[in-house]
């Protein structure tokens, strides 16, 4: 018998989630074989069956109203470790519909309440539009839910750049070239003890091979376990030498 889902949330927040999940289910379907959308695959379609000039932006015309949510247990998962770890700072870099921030807004309230620190959930998208429906699905979850997240629209790259706090989860999921240099503009910032979770680094190994290269080097301060969910969910402890 499986588990019962550990998420602690009214039940329209719930209700609001498993409708999210089933959307994303359904245009993942449509677009991929698979069932699970990766964006170098995607991207590699379009140049075979499109002959585009420019797949990326092809991709992204595609992209534009999809969610692509992550995964149900992944966002399960995320809730539970912050929970465990007693996150109250968290970085989502790629937040899309917003569906994923659900998850770490839910658990880092959780955690301030229980805990009486501070904290936020700093999330990340560039296109407006999905910014806005993002924003539209957290006040369906109310006002108090709303004051935990900080939305930074824009190029990721700068909008990391300021006011970053002791950092004590990153969550990495989106398009891969950017998963680098997202991770070192937060890394000054990781506590120690942090964790990075970087979402398809099975399926996705190739397109995350610098990612996962600087994940390994030993001298870069990362313990590494890739997690054995629907293609890959990479789990990095930051555990720098003193």
């Not at 006040?139 to 706090?165: H, M, S, Y």
């Not at 991770?183 to 190739?206: C, M």
């Amino acid at each position: 018998m499986a588990s019962p889902s550990p998420i602690d949330a009214p039940q329209h927040v719930l209700d609001l989630l498993t409708r999210l999940h089933k959307t994303s289910l359904e245009q993942e379907a449509a677009i991929s074989k698979s069932g699970k959308v990766f964006s170098s695959n995607v991207i590699d379609a379009l140049k075979d069956e499109q002959q585009s000039s420019d797949p990326k932006a092809e991709f992204d015309k595609l992209m534009a109203d999809k969610f692509i949510a992550l995964d149900e247990d992944k966002c399960q998962f995320a809730y539970q470790l912050i929970n465990s770890m007693g996150a109250t700072n968290v970085v989502e870099a790629g937040t899309s519909y917003g569906v994923s921030t659900i998850y770490l807004a839910l658990a880092v309230a959780k955690v301030k309440a229980a805990t009486g620190k501070t904290g936020t959930v700093i999330a990340t998208e560039f296109e407006k539009e999905k910014a806005n429906v993002a924003r539209s699905y957290w006040a369906q979850c109310g006002d108090d839910f709303v004051q935990q997240i900080d939305l930074r629209e824009g190029d990721l790259l700068e909008t990391l750049k300021v006011n970053l706090p002791q950092v004590d989860l990153l969550l990495l999921d989106i398009w891969t070239p950017m998963a680098l240099p997202t991770l070192k503009i937060v890394q000054p910032h990781l506590r120690y003890g942090a964790v990075v979770l970087t979402d398809n680094t099975i399926s996705g190994a190739e397109a995350y091979a610098d990612l996962l290269n600087y994940l390994r080097t030993p001298e870069n301060g990362f313990h590494n376990m890739t997690l054995p969910f629907n293609n890959g969910f990479e789990m990095s402890v930051y555990l720098p030498r003193k």
